[in-house]
């Protein structure tokens, strides 16, 4: 019966019989029924609210010429606003107050769990995965020492009844985190810079056997003005791009990660692009734009560029119209997952 029902009124349900809901395979063929039909998620920054909404997300944009986003539970004020990722169904929030707060909610269901305070000195850096094999949502958190006190590197694993930080033991170098980060198939990608060798390179992380390793970039120019790049999926390969005002996208593609091989294509984006950013790369090549943070044009439309036939289609978004005369900070994110399952 659960097989016919979409994810959000599953959702809504639990107070019928949360016992059915929790059960594994009830959640299971939810999730993976919603795998086979990815969403688009927004996410909307409005008078310091974070408002979610979602709409299908066009196998073939070029058949859609409008799209319908509709609303999920809304979440209390006092929680953070700056998204860090999405995975499967579950967003990571943090925030910086006197101390940092994160918290992992799930859009669909409305749940939300505020993960326990790290117990360390120095400067951190939190990030959230999803290892495909153990089917296990973890968080790897990375606190550089100040005043001589030894690094501390933890994992916590969502699904474990007691959430506890745990020190992991494989020493990595000190370095800054320079530009973006992407989990990919178990493995957390960002790219960083390293004082003592006066390098860049990609930092790779897999959540599950929690070792560290590095992928070398590609040439000495790949990441000069790194601030600029950004990491995305392609086709479940490691791609960075860099992005000019003129049109102009340089993409790589990391071909064999074992041997540090990387491909480089260049495009001429046309002009209607412009003044997008780029949110990611659908699973059929289409490099998918959004607006900027602005005030919220209506309509409000996105863009899909495919690499290969050089064509664009301007898809109309509608379901915003009430925040048209506010300053809004949307993101778009591809392939999001209804997930029932609760935290």
């Not at 959540?207 to 950004?230: H, L, P, Q, V």
């Not at 340089?250 to 209607?272: F, G, M, N, T, Y």
């Amino acid at each position: 019966m659960f097989s016919k029902v979409p994810a959000k009124s599953i959702a809504r349900f639990r107070c019928v019989s949360e016992s059915i809901h929790r059960r594994p395979d009830v959640t299971e063929q939810s999730l993976t029924k919603s795998m086979s039909r990815p969403r688009l998620l927004f996410a909307l920054e409005v008078n310091k609210d974070l408002l979610f909404f979602s709409s299908p997300q066009p196998q073939n944009p070029y058949d859609n010429s409008s799209l319908v986003a509709t609303p999920y539970k809304r979440f209390p004020k006092y929680l953070p606003t700056r998204i860090c990722t999405t995975l499967g169904g579950l967003v990571f929030l943090q925030k910086w107050l006197r101390k940092k707060t994160r918290v992992i909610c799930n859009p669909v269901s409305g749940d939300y769990i505020t993960l326990p305070k790290v117990k360390a000195t120095g400067v951190g850096e939190s990030y959230f995965g999803f290892d495909p094999i153990t089917k296990q949502f973890k968080v790897l958190c990375m606190t550089w020492s100040r005043y001589g006190t030894p690094n501390t590197h933890q994992v916590l694993t969502l699904e474990t009844g007691k959430r506890l930080w745990r020190t992991i033991q494989d020493p990595i170098l000190p370095h800054y985190r320079s530009f973006d980060r992407i989990c990919i198939n178990g493995v957390l990608y960002y790219g960083a810079d390293f004082e003592e060798s006066q390098s860049s390179k990609i930092v790779c992380f897999d959540f599950r056997f929690e070792k560290f390793s590095f992928i070398n970039i590609a040439d000495e120019g790949m990441f000069r003005g790194s601030y600029k790049w950004t990491l995305f999926n392609y086709k479940g390969k490691l791609g960075a791009h860099q992005y000019s005002r003129n049109g102009e996208l340089v993409l790589w593609v990391l071909e064999d990660a074992e041997k540090h091989k990387w491909s480089k294509s260049i495009c001429i984006l046309p002009p209607i692009v412009h003044n997008s950013r780029i949110v990611g790369v659908t699973g059929t090549g289409e490099i998918v734009f959004s607006p900027y943070a602005c005030y919220m044009p209506s309509p409000y439309y996105i863009f899909f560029y495919n690499i290969q036939t050089k064509t664009c289609t301007r898809v109309h978004v509608k379901g915003f119209e009430e925040f048209k005369h506010n300053f809004t900070l949307l993101h778009t994110f591809l392939d999001f997952v209804e997930d029932t399952k609760f935290m």
